[in-house]
Each structure stands twice: as structure tokens, then as C-alpha cells.
């Protein structure tokens, strides 16, 4: 197995009432390149956690996160920043859209952070809102979308800079049954079409069952 993602004794705890609540309870998962893994679990029970270590956005107290070989937690600040950019994408249940800009202007951000210049990035951003659906809104804001068209215009963004692993924190939570399935749908079809490696945090069974394995956080563990 060409193993992509490995982590190993992740241990994260939370200050609760003066004593020290631990989540994340020296947690290990292996992923292969090109697997898609669903992390399920009650509410409350670590995924959304689990996956901002796994992103970057947060730090375990213990453990190692390799990612293509590069050992996350040995990086640093403006490291770890660069890296997210060139490798990670990141979907939210609530889209965290920039209400002032156009879908285009939103999608464009990951790409101008990186230094790329604005013609070269609104080509590139129009092309990845193409490849989602919503070529024809790139001139619209957030507020003149639906939720559904927001979650993709989301997912064009998380996708601009051609990441090599997608991680998705409830994408169809926020959304009613038939669009959520069709968003689902449309993050298998993107999975597979840019041979990406992901790992998708749902309560929604359908979306899980697309996946190669279903793991549930329970007591701070995968099983």
C-alpha cells in the first residue's frame, strides 16, 4: 500500500472545568493515495478536531502526522502555511465565503496568496468553477447563490491549487437531502477525477457508503 496520510498516538485534550478533557486518545490511521475515508461518530466526539490536526489548523499535544512523507508538526508557522496551500484542500460545512467578493474573486484567494498574478488566477479560478457546475455564477456573490451553488463554489476553491489530499468537515450538513446528495455525488466524481486522497467527517450514510473504509471516532479511537 502507497501510504499517503500516516498518523500515529495522536493525543489532543481540552481544558473542561479545571481539569483536562482528552478527545483524541492516541489515535493512528493510515491512508493510501487515492483512498477516500469517512470518519463518522456522534456529535461532539472529535471529528471536526481530528480533522483541523490533520489540516494544520491545530496541534495534537502528542503524536506525528506524515503527509506525503513530510512530517507535519516539524514545520513551522510560515512552513506549515505553504504547505497547506500547495496540498491540502479544506471543505467546511458552512462555506466561510467572502459575502463582499464574486465566486471568482473567492475561488481566486488560495491562488493569489501563493503569489500567482490576478489574470493568470481568475483563469484558473474560472476553470475550477467550471469543473464544479458553476461556471455561469462567477460574476455573482455569495448572497445571490443558493446553498448548494455556495458549497460549490466552496469546493472550486478548496480545489484551485490542485491539492493532493481533500479534507471535508460535514459538506452536505448544511444542506437539504437532494442537494446534499448531489454534492456528495459531485465529491466522489472530483475525487476520482483528480486522483485525489480524501477524508470526508459525515453524519450523511449515503456519502460514507462511497467510501473505501468507514471509521467511527468513538472514546478518542477510529474503529
Known amino acids: 500500500m502507497n501510504e499517503f496520510l500516516v498518523v500515529r498516538d495522536l493525543t489532543k485534550c481540552f481544558p473542561s472545568g479545571g481539569e483536562r478533557l482528552e478527545v ?7 491512508v493510501a493515495q487515492g483512498e477516500m475515508i469517512a470518519v463518522t461518530g456522534v456529535s461532539g466526539s472529535g471529528k471536526s478536531t481530528l480533522l483541523h490536526i490533520l489540516g494544520g489548523m491545530d496541534r495534537p499535544d502528542r503524536g506525528s502526522i506524515r503527509i506525503g512523507g513530510m512530517e507535519l508538526l516539524d514545520l513551522s508557522g510560515e512552513e506549515l502555511s505553504g ?12 462555506h466561510h465565503l467572502l459575502p463582499e ?11 493569489l496568496l501563493r503569489g500567482i498574478a490576478a489574470p493568470q488566477a481568475r483563469i484558473e479560478a474560472q476553470a475550477a468553477l467550471d469543473d464544479v457546475g458553476v461556471g455561469a455564477r462567477a460574476g455573482h456573490r455569495p448572497g445571490q447563490l443558493s446553498g448548494g451553488e455556495q458549497q460549490r ?36 466524481a472530483l475525487h476520482e477525477r483528480h486522483g485525489l486522497t480524501s477524508i470526508l467527517v459525515t453524519h450523511n450514510p449515503r456519502l460514507a457508503e462511497v467510501c473505501s473504509r468507514i471509521y467511527r471516532l468513538e472514546n478518542g479511537m477510529l474503529v
Open 153 to 188: 463554489v466552496a469546493i472550486a476553491r478548496a480545489l484551485v491549487s490542485k491539492p493532493r489530499l481533500l479534507l471535508a468537515d460535514e459538506p452536505t450538513g448544511n444542506l437539504d437531502p437532494h442537494t446534499g446528495e448531489t454534492i456528495g455525488a459531485l465529491i466522489e
Open 83 to 94: 504547505f497547506r496551500n500547495r496540498t491540502l484542500g479544506f471543505v467546511f460545512q458552512f
Open 101 to 111: 467578493f464574486t465566486a471568482a474573486e473567492n475561488v481566486m484567494m488560495p491562488l
Open 24 to 30: 483524541l486518545t492516541g489515535l493512528s490511521l493510515r
